[in-house]
């Protein structure tokens, strides 16, 4: 199994980026896709989710109208358009992938893509 996360920069306040995270090994349409970060010193939090089925889809309030989640089935790959960045968006943003495998929760990690907002 690996989620590979790509896109991440420094980029000013106000600015864009799109975040990547390509999988394989596993049943990809089977599986919630998540991203989560983690900025020093603060626990890891829920950042945007995407259902498995039906592409439902939550999010922080604090990224609530700036962040988009999709998921490209074709491609294995989900992304984040994150908009109108902020300082307080600076963190480390990882992929997750949550299914259920014969009854028992499964629970796939990237490892990480440095995001910093900053001018």
């Known amino acids: 199994v690996q989620l590979v996360e790509s896109g991440g920069a420094l980029v000013q306040p106000g600015g864009s980026l799109r975040l990547s995270c390509a999988a394989s090994g596993f049943t990809f349409r089977s599986y919630a896709m998540s991203w989560y970060r983690q900025a020093p010193g603060v626990e890891r939090e829920l950042v945007a989710r995407?259902?498995?089925?039906?592409?439902?889809?939550n999010y922080a309030d604090s990224v609530k109208g700036r962040f988009t989640i999709s998921r490209d089935h074709a491609k294995n790959t989900v992304y984040l358009q994150m908009n109108s960045l902020k300082p307080e968006d600076t963190a480390v943003y990882y992929c997750?992938?949550?299914?259920?495998?014969?009854?028992?929760?499964?629970?796939?990690w990237g490892q990480g893509t440095q995001v910093t907002v900053s001018s």
């Open positions: 997750n992938a949550a299914g259920y495998v014969l009854g028992s929760r499964r629970d796939y």
């Open positions: 995407i259902a498995n089925v039906g592409g439902g889809t």
